[in-house]
């Protein structure tokens, strides 16, 4: 199963745009990508998820290049509601386990 | 509603005495999962089950139980065993192999 790296921490003012970028050089043929936000005391929540090129939804969009060993998740004009821990998955097609890391703690500061 | 439901909320143990922590889902999902996460850490899986009567370890299944007997239904036991179990516990649940996992909203067990 492929390792993700995320950086641990990260700061940004309200309106700004957020890029988290998450590496897991040793991403198979076959692996997916997802993202999820959990805010304090409750359960992650599903954000997007992408195989490769650029996926885009109401509330994020993932970019992964063309070699897939990173992808990068863009929050538009974040707003202080959107302060939480960002978690960076890769998902093993066919297969039901689920990890997650240490996820990237976002801060939005009015 | 359509959802995963965890129970009790918070949940206080006497040191060497065995807990059960509830999760249950109507969602119709295959797979359910165990999490545990400590204070500014990140999830650690402890079970997960993917069909009816079978589960397996996740990196921390020391110390815990689990069993699937029912779709809906994915209790996990807190052990005496578990030398520190004082933590918050998440149950989810997920599609045969979809994408989209979806939580409860945790149990915050402590022991006193």
């Known amino acids: 199963l492929a390792k993700t790296t995320q950086p641990i921490s990260m700061d940004s003012y309200e309106g700004q745009e957020v890029n988290i970028t998450c590496s897991h050089n040793?991403?198979?043929?076959?692996?997916?990508i997802t993202w999820y936000q959990q805010f304090p005391s409750q359960g992650p929540r599903f954000i997007i998820q992408g195989y490769k090129t650029k996926v885009t939804n109401e509330v994020a969009s993932l970019f992964i290049p063309a070699d897939r060993k990173s992808s990068t998740l863009s929050l538009p004009r974040v707003s202080l509601s959107d302060t939480a821990v960002y978690y960076c998955l890769v998902v093993e097609t066919g297969a039901n386990n689920l990890f997650f890391g240490t996820g990237t703690r976002l801060t939005v500061i009015p | 509603d359509g959802g995963i439901t965890q129970s009790p909320k918070y949940l206080f143990r006497k040191e060497g005495q065995n807990v059960t922590l509830s999760c249950e889902q109507n969602l119709n999902h295959d797979a359910m999962y165990w999490y545990r996460q400590d204070p500014g850490q990140g999830l650690r899986l402890i079970y997960y089950?993917?069909?009816?009567?079978?589960?397996q370890k996740g990196d921390i299944a020391e110390g815990y139980s689990v069993s699937r007997e029912k779709k809906e239904s994915f209790p996990l036991t807190v052990t005496s065993a578990q030398k520190n179990p004082t933590a918050f516990y998440l149950c989810?649940?997920?599609?045969?192999?979809?994408?989209?996992?979806?939580f409860g909203q945790g149990t915050r067990l402590t022991v006193v």
């Open positions: 089950s993917q069909i009816v009567n079978d589960f």
């Open positions: 040793n991403i198979a043929t076959n692996d997916y």
């Open positions: 989810a649940s997920r599609r045969d192999r979809g994408p989209e996992a979806f």
